[in-house]
Nanobody
Framework: QVQLVESGGGLVQAGGSLRLSCAASGSILSTNVMGWYRQAPGKQRELVAIITYGGITNYADSVKGRFTISRDNGKNTVYLEMNSLKAEDTAVYYC???????????????WGQGTQVTVSS
């Protein structure tokens, strides 16, 4: 079994900052791509940022220059530093990871339970 546990969401004023964390645990052999998606009410889930094991990153245009994704491979943990937050960043943020489990040859996609980020204007 593999679990992704997120933390760090909450309520913040526009212009403020939050840091999300997501730790993967279980019978993990290796963790490939990790990242963050978000889903606002009435909208589809969308990519926020992803990061490869080697540290290559990709961001949604809407968060470039404001959000920074990073990871600690030794801890199987991914972070999302969010600065200059806007009301339109309000959403449930989901952690994502492609993980190869011990005894399994290929990676599978796993999701966290989601953490609410609310930005008040």
């Amino acid at each position: 079994q593999v679990q992704l546990v997120e933390s760090g969401g909450g309520l913040v004023q526009a212009g403020g900052s939050l840091r999300l964390s997501c730790a993967a645990s279980g019978s993990i052999l290796s963790t490939n791509v990790m990242g963050w998606y978000r889903q606002a009410p009435g909208k589809q889930r969308e990519l926020v940022a992803i990061i490869t094991y080697g540290g290559i990153t990709n961001y949604a245009d809407s968060v470039k220059g404001r959000f920074t994704i990073s990871r600690d491979n030794g801890k199987n943990t991914v972070y999302l530093e969010m600065n200059s937050l806007k009301a339109e960043d309000t959403a449930v943020y989901y952690c994502y990871a492609n993980i190869v489990r011990v005894g399994v040859r290929t990676g599978n996609n796993y999701w966290g339970q989601g953490t609410q980020v609310t930005v008040s204007s």
